[in-house]
C-alpha cells in the first residue's frame, strides 16, 4: 500500500471513528432525553397518583363527616323516642284519673252528709270503705292530693275563688279548700280551688 492509500484509508478510519463517536454522543444523547423524558412522565405521574390519593382522601373524609353526623340524628332520634315512650308510660293514666276526679268529689260529699239511722252509718261506712279503697289503687298509680290549706297561695296548684281575712293565718296563705286539688306525679290535674288570707 503505498502512503497516499494509507492516508486516505488513516482518513476513512478517522471518518468512521468520528461517525462511531457522534453516533455513540447521538446514543448517549437520546439515552438522557429519554430518561429525562421517563422521569418526567414519571414525575407527573406521580403528580397525578398524589392528585387522586388527595381526592380519595377528602371523599373518605367528607363520607365520615356525613357518617358521623348521621350516626348522631340517629342517637338523638334514639333518645327522643326514649324519652317520649317514658312520658307515655308516666301519664297514661291521665285522662283516666281526670275522668275519675268528680265522681271522688261526689263521693266525698255524699260522705259528708250527716244522719242518725243505723242504716244510714252502716251506708256511710260501706261508702267511705270505697273511697278509702278507690283512693289508694289511684294514690299507687300516681294520683297525689296537693296540700292546700296552711300552704302559701301557689297559682301552678291553687286556684284562688274567695279571699278572706283571717289573723289566724300568714297573708297570702291558703285559708280553705274549696274543691281538692289532684297531680299525677309531677303534672297537676287539676288544681285545689281555694280560699285565700289577704
Known sequence: MT???QSVNNEEFAEKEDNTAKDSNTDE?????????????????????????QQLKEEVNEQEEKYLRLYAEFENYKRRIQNENQTLKTYQAQCVLTDILPTIDNIERALQIEGEDESFKSLQKGVQMVYESLLRALEENGLEKIEAVGQQFD????????????????????????QTGYKLKDRVLRPSM???NQ
Not at 29 to 53: G, L, R
Not at 158 to 176: G, K, L, P, R, Y
Open 155 to 178: 297559682p301552678n296548684f291553687h286556684q284562688a275563688v274567695m279571699q278572706d281575712e283571717d289573723d289566724s293565718f300568714e297573708s297570702n296563705a291558703v285559708t280553705q279548700e274549696l
Open 29 to 53: 444523547q437520546i439515552e438522557k432525553t429519554a430518561s429525562e423524558d421517563d422521569v418526567q412522565n414519571d414525575s407527573s405521574a406521580v403528580d397525578d397518583k398524589e392528585k387522586e390519593i
Open 3 to 5: 502512503e497516499k492509500d
Open 194 to 196: 281555694v280560699k285565700v
